[in-house]
Nanobody, 120 residues
Framework: VQLQASGGGLVQSGGSLRLSCEAF????????MGWYRQAPGNQRELVAV???????TYADSVKGRFTVSRDHAKNTVYLQMNSLKPEDTAVYYC???????????????WGLGTLVTVSS
């Protein structure tokens, strides 16, 4: 099972980008899915998480600008990023808690990351 993210790139301040992350492989079910980011010199931080029931959590710095959503049929999580700021520049990583079978604890998997660069 692996996560494949896409959608990063270069955008001007105030612009928008949409990230996607699809889980591939033999999957029984997926619990939480979300996005984290890491800027140079900083620790990885939570951006947004969505539960299997659709409950969302956002970092204060992105509330009102970013929207996380998911498509259960496609095992995919999205991050719509609007009103982007230079401080949003980072490598964005998707994460998913994946149940490979119908019992036991889920496995927390990470995608390789996609770079988002916001120019001023």
């Amino acid at each position: 099972v692996q996560l494949q993210a896409s959608g990063g790139g270069l955008v001007q301040s105030g612009g928008s980008l949409r990230l996607s992350c699809e889980a591939f492989g033999s999957i029984f079910s997926i619990d939480d899915m979300g996005w984290y980011r890491q800027a140079p010199g900083n620790q990885r931080e939570l951006v947004a998480v969505i539960t299997s029931g659709g409950r969302t959590t956002y970092a204060d710095s992105v509330k009102g600008r970013f929207t996380v959503s998911r498509d259960h049929a496609k095992n995919t999580v999205y991050l719509q990023m609007n009103s982007l700021k230079p401080e949003d520049t980072a490598v964005y990583y998707c994460n998913a808690d994946i149940n490979l079978t119908g019992w036991g604890e889920p496995s927390s998997l990470w995608g390789l990351g996609t770079l988002v660069t916001v120019s001023s």
